[in-house]
């Protein structure tokens, strides 16, 4: 039998996104992501837009699985999102991130 912390979750998230978007995000990742079901969720970034929105969510949904004792995998942003990121001081949020092809 698996243990439960080798178990891996996939959580989608669609841009753009405004504001009000993060909570949301941020309450379905929570729902996925109770404390011990999941040791590691892949969080599949579509169409998201290089913005402090995005930045935003991406943040929040990180602290999210951290307090789910849960790592989180960004997959798909832009390189110019990570830059943002960066320049926020954010990078260690985008250090597994697998960019968007053609990027």
Same mark, same amino acid.
């Given at each position: 039998? @698996?243990?439960?912390? %080798? &178990?891996?979750?996939? /959580? *989608? *998230?669609?841009?753009?996104?405004?504001?009000?978007?993060s909570l949301p995000l941020c309450e379905r990742a929570s729902a996925l992501l109770r404390p011990s079901?999941?040791?590691?969720?892949? =969080?599949? /970034? *579509?169409?998201l837009d290089c913005d402090l929105a995005s930045v935003d969510a991406l943040a929040r949904l990180a602290?999210? %699985?951290?307090? !789910? @004792?849960? $790592? +989180? =995998?960004?997959?798909? %942003?832009?390189?110019?999102?990570?830059?943002? +990121? !960066?320049?926020?001081?954010?990078?260690?949020? +985008?250090?597994?991130? &697998?960019?968007? $092809?053609?990027?």
């Amino acid at each position: 039998m @698996d243990s439960p912390r %080798a &178990r891996v979750a996939t /959580l *989608v *998230v669609h841009g753009p996104l405004a504001s009000y978007d993060s909570l949301p995000l941020c309450e379905r990742a929570s729902a996925l992501l109770r404390p011990s079901r999941h040791g590691f969720c892949y =969080c599949l /970034l *579509v169409d998201l837009d290089c913005d402090l929105a995005s930045v935003d969510a991406l943040a929040r949904l990180a602290l999210a %699985a951290k307090r !789910n @004792d849960c $790592e +989180m =995998c960004f997959l798909g %942003a832009s390189s110019m999102l990570c830059q943002l +990121m !960066n320049a926020l001081g954010l990078s260690q949020l +985008m250090r597994n991130n &697998r960019g968007a $092809e053609g990027d």
